[in-house]
């Protein structure tokens, strides 16, 4: 599910930004950015972000900006190799044009972040994590938003295959009449042409036969099932994408045996739809964590 969240957070050393978003995907992905010295963060990172978020690509973006200036230093020598080589560079142009201060201030190299000690990256993550967490809670309200509107959607969809399914139910039990009189209509045909008698017996076992293997009442009672299994998903308040993915292949199974053992045209339509609707749902489906 897509989702995104900001939160700032500061103190007397640190000032910090914390941005989330989420991408929809099959699987989970942690993609963290945040400034140089902190990517060993990032164990910690995922294990705030894991309990809450168990499919999808999520973003992680840390902004972290240090309110002590002696944390900083000018590398004098690095800044002077900078205006040495522009130097040379504007007699070989023949250019008169001077180079600002400020812009050798953003070249590599020529500010040192705390040249004075060692970053503790560990000592910051207290502030950072309370960001961090913030913006996860910013992020879950959007994504819990989207999810009311997804469910509402696959509730529809399940509604619809529900009174296709009613639809097949009350057609099934006439498939095996309608063969019927087609098959009497064709022998009747065929013996009057060539003056053949036939047993009424043997018709009655064909009918049989077509009945048995055209019926579909055990597949109705299993897509109907599946169909509860799915509303009673749809109201965890877990995480349950998976199980709802599994479902969806279940029903489109039991849809794809009615169709080839039905025989029928009435009951093909309502099957089509009942594809068309479980379509829709797999789709959704692959948004939902």
Known sequence: MTGFGEAHRSDARLAVSAEVRTINSRYFKLVVRCGEGYSALEPQVESLIRPIIKRGTVQVS???????ASDFRFNASVLNGYRQQLEELQKVWRSSDKVGFEAL???????????????????????ISDALSAAMKDMTSMRVEEGRAMAADLSANSQAIAKELDAIESRAPL????????????????????????????LVREISIYAERSDVSEEIVRLRSHLEQFAATLELPESAGRKLEFLTQEMFRETNTI??????????RHVIEIKAAIERIREMIQNVE
């Not at 840390?62 to 002590?68: P, Q, T, W």
């Not at 498939?175 to 009747?188: G, I, K, N, P």
Request: avoid cysteine.
């Open 259 to 268: 169709g080839s053992k039905a025989n029928d045209v009435q009951i093909a």
């Open 105 to 127: 201030l953003s070249l590599p190299g020529v500010v040192d972040q705390n040249a004075a000690k060692p970053l503790d990256a560990a000592a910051d993550w207290p502030l």
């Open 62 to 68: 840390l902004r972290i900006d240090r309110a002590n």
């Open 175 to 202: 498939v095996a009449d309608s063969y019927r009189a087609r098959l009497t209509e064709r022998l009747d045909k065929i013996l009057a042409d060539y003056q053949i008698t036939l047993e009424p017996g043997d």
